[in-house]
């Protein structure tokens, strides 16, 4: 993967864990920008670093203006990921959460406290990093 950082900082532990489970979720076949702590969205098409941003302050800005309404999911590493409209994502560890590995839904406290990262990221609207398949490895 290649990873550009947008933001003139260091990534937080909640945005690389985000890069880290995005990029294992997504097969490191997709493009993603890192919007927050354990929060991403996912790009749907292929576009110049630029758009990408554009796409982005797009999908939090309606996001925000839009019944929050998600989907929760335990995902194969028992982390719980959570699916927003707008192609906006979040992953709470799972282990850290208390989720049990007999878990087969997502407590709605776990699923709602993924969501409100999603939230919280259309809120802040920064694009942190950028993810793209690294091409050199086809």
């Known amino acids: ?6 933001a ?14 995005f990029s294992y ?7 993603f920008a890192v919007v927050g702590d354990n929060t991403v969205i996912a790009i749907t098409k292929q576009a110049a670093h630029d758009e990408i941003i554009e796409i982005c302050r797009q999908s939090m ?3 925000l203006n839009t019944h929050p309404d998600f989907s ?3 995902m194969d590493d028992g982390n719980v ?6 192609d906006v994502l979040s992953v709470i560890d ?6 049990l590995p007999t878990d087969k839904k997502v407590p709605v406290n776990i699923a ?11 809120k802040n609207c920064s694009v942190v990093a950028i993810i793209e398949p690294d091409k050199s490895t086809d």
């Open 72 to 74: 929760s999911y335990i």
């Open 94 to 99: 799972g282990q850290k959460a208390g989720l």
């Open 112 to 122: 709602l406290a993924a969501r409100s990262h999603c939230l919280m990221a259309a």
């Open 8 to 21: 003139n900082r260091e990534l937080t532990a909640g945005e690389q864990f985000a890069i880290d489970k």
């Open 81 to 86: 990921m959570v699916g927003m409209l707008y």
């Open 61 to 63: 800005q309606s996001l």
């Open 25 to 31: 979720y997504f097969n490191n076949q997709k493009t």
């Open 1 to 6: 993967m290649k990873i550009t950082i947008i």
